[in-house]
């Protein structure tokens, strides 16, 4: 299939738009057809009918958003599973409710009590995003803030312990600040 089939241009050079024949999508095979789709053929406007035109099956586009960090991603996971898991035991304790069986009440227990891990759940992805943020500055742009500060702050302490090695080996030598001996 050459770059015109796949654009839907005529390929002997004319301006013939292709067009399919309205039918339903049946994709029976028919006896007659020898394995193919019972589609019809593709109706083409004055001109001799042209292969099919394919479409990818999807089409790749960019990210919209940056993705989660680890720790982040790790504790929504743990809580998606933990909501899923509180879902399933209240839809279970409802219907053993309803059933009148004796499971119900254990179930009720456990769903309260699973309510509970699934609120701490939550509320950890939440407190892991915002630690993640402190530790790691949230960079908006390739020149964060919050890498500038950790940039200088590590200056300050290079410079003030180059000054403490060197009042120290000055006091090491036993001169105590002066610069000759008498």
């Not at 109706?43 to 099956?57: M, Q, R, S």
């Amino acid at each position: 299939m050459g770059t015109a089939e796949r654009h839907g241009t005529a390929v002997d050079g004319g301006t013939a738009p292709t067009r399919r024949a309205p039918q339903a999508p049946d994709r029976a095979i028919s006896a007659a057809g020898g394995g193919q789709e019972a589609h019809g053929p593709p109706v083409v406007a004055d001109g001799p009918a042209e292969h099919p035109v394919y479409k990818p099956l999807w089409v790749e586009e960019p990210a919209r958003r940056r993705r989660m960090p680890d720790p982040v991603r790790e504790a929504a996971v743990r809580a998606v599973l933990v909501v899923a898991v509180t879902l399933i035991q209240a839809v279970v304790a409802f219907l053993c409710t309803m059933a009148e069986s004796w499971l119900a009440f254990p179930m009720v227990l456990s769903s309260v009590a699973s309510t509970v891990v699934a609120t701490w759940a939550a509320l950890d992805v939440w407190v892991t995003r915002q630690v993640w943020n402190q530790r790691n500055g949230v960079v908006s742009m390739p020149s964060s803030t919050a890498r500038a500060l950790r940039r200088e702050r590590r200056r300050a302490r290079r410079e003030e312990r180059a000054a403490e090695r060197a009042r120290t080996r000055i006091r090491r030598r036993g001169g105590a600040g002066r610069l000759s001996h008498p």
